[in-house]
Nanobody
Framework: QVQLVESGGGLVQPGGSLKLSCVASGSISSLWIMAWYRQAPGKVRELVASITSSGVTNYVDSVKGRFTISRDNAKRTVYLQMNSLQSEDTAVYYC?????WGQGTLVTVSS
C-alpha cells in the first residue's frame, strides 16, 4: 500500500509563499486523483486542490489564482505551490490519494 509523506510547511508572513511536497512510497502513475486538504483549528477538513492522472486540476474558490497543484509521476510527488498567503490559510495540510492520507504538515501564516 502506498504511503504519503508531506513536507514544506512552516511559518511565513502574510503575502509570502511556500511549496508543499507529498512523496509517495510507491508509484503514483496509476492513482487517478491526488489532492491536498487542510484543516484549520476548530474547523472541518476541506478540499484545497486536486489533480487527476491526466492533469485536470480543481481548486476551492478561496485559493484560486494563488495556489497551484502539480504532480511529477517520475518523482512520485505531488506539489502545492502557495503564493500570496493569508492568515486564513493557516492550517494543517494533508495529502490525499484515496483512501490514503498523509500525516500532515503545518502551515502558519503570521507576522
Amino acid at each position: 500500500q502506498v504511503q504519503l509523506v508531506e513536507s514544506g510547511g512552516g511559518l511565513v508572513q502574510p503575502g509570502g509563499s511556500l511549496k508543499l511536497s507529498c512523496v509517495a512510497s510507491g508509484s503514483i502513475s496509476s492513482l487517478w486523483i491526488m489532492a491536498w486538504y487542510r484543516q484549520a483549528p476548530g474547523k472541518v477538513r476541506e478540499l484545497v486542490a486536486s489533480i487527476t492522472s491526466s492533469g485536470v486540476t480543481n481548486y476551492v474558490d478561496s485559493v484560486k489564482g494563488r495556489f497551484t497543484i502539480s504532480r511529477d509521476n517520475a518523482k512520485r510527488t505531488v506539489y502545492l505551490q502557495m503564493n500570496s498567503l493569508q492568515s486564513e490559510d493557516t492550517a494543517v495540510y494533508y495529502c490525499f490519494a484515496p483512501p490514503i492520507w498523509g500525516q500532515g504538515t503545518l502551515v502558519t501564516v503570521s507576522s
